[in-house]
């Protein structure tokens, strides 16, 4: 319980969308958060969006407006889709939840945005 798969990474033209995903073995319904961070090349890891068990999202000012998380409990997936990217956006794309007092994330999933 607690392994996390992202998919949906790739290479997109600037202006271009993704959806990603995140598959949750054991159920995302049991954890309190879930969230997507991203690191690109050369910079820290930085948070892009939450969505918490009640169902409430927040997001980055980078990305408001452009990105939306969202959940399937049914299919135990976490999505991020995420609209108008440009090459800011540009990095490794990782979920990650908090169950109990652990923390689990992904291994990631690369999205290139070109120009």
């Known amino acids: 319980q607690g392994q996390l798969a992202e998919s949906g990474g790739g290479l997109v033209q600037a202006g271009g969308s993704l959806r990603l995903s995140c598959a949750a073995s054991?159920?995302?319904?049991?954890?309190?958060?879930m969230a997507w961070y991203r690191q690109a090349p050369g910079k820290e890891r930085e948070y892009v969006a939450r969505?918490?068990?009640?169902?409430?999202?927040d997001y980055a000012g980078s990305v408001m407006g452009r990105f939306t998380i969202s959940r399937d409990i049914r299919k135990n997936t976490l999505y991020l889709r995420m609209n108008d990217l440009k090459s800011e956006d540009t990095a490794v794309y990782y979920c990650t939840g908090a169950l109990g007092t652990a923390t689990f994330w992904g291994q990631g999933t690369q999205v290139t945005v070109s120009s």
């Open positions: 969505i918490t068990a009640g169902g409430d999202p």
């Open positions: 054991g159920g995302i319904g049991s954890f309190k958060v």
